[in-house]
């Protein structure tokens, strides 16, 4: 008889948690007749925020990392959501929102705004709000790193592997 499978790990469950969330997203774009990816928001936030800028600056708003935003705005570009143009110095980009990712905005607006409310019932429903655990794991892991956390979660495995042999 075949053991049970293990219970889905943090990452496993995180994983599909942001795999729902953004299924359902980009299912309510489509409905509302938007060619649009729920990764393209911060972007475009970001841009709306401060206007043509780096992708240092929108990396920066975000708080996503470089190659993040690199990699969605060279989605977003092949999409023709922003265009890039050279910056101060060789290797700066500018990002810039086209005309057709502008006329976009007042219905993504009214997408962010349903998203929102969609979110705020969810969290509703759970033992604690689901945006402030994320908020406190976040700072706990800016405070002490994961990867400092399973080097010393492996440290004890061993020594008490060591202890037991």
Do not use: C
Request: zero cysteines; glycine letters at 4%.
């Amino acid at each position: 008889m075949k053991a049970p499978p293990p219970p889905p790990t943090l990452g496993t469950l995180l994983r599909h948690l942001v795999e729902t969330l953004d299924d359902a997203v980009e299912q309510a774009y489509a409905r509302a007749g938007l060619d649009y990816r729920p990764r393209y928001t911060p972007v475009v936030r970001a841009l709306m925020a401060l206007g043509p800028t780096s992708i240092r600056a929108i990396s920066q708003s975000a708080e996503m990392t470089h190659s993040a935003v690199s990699q969605t705005v060279s989605q977003m570009a092949t999409r023709g959501l922003v265009r890039l143009q050279p910056g101060e110095d060789a290797r700066e980009r500018i990002v810039v929102l086209t005309p057709e990712a502008e006329t976009m905005v007042p219905a993504l607006e009214r997408q962010w705004a349903a998203t929102n409310a969609a979110a705020a019932a969810l969290e509703g429903e759970l033992s604690a709000p689901l945006s402030q655990v994320l908020r406190e794991a976040i700072a706990a892991l800016e405070r002490r790193p994961f990867s400092d956390r399973i080097t010393e979660a492996a440290a004890k495995l061993e020594r008490s592997t060591r202890k037991v042999r």
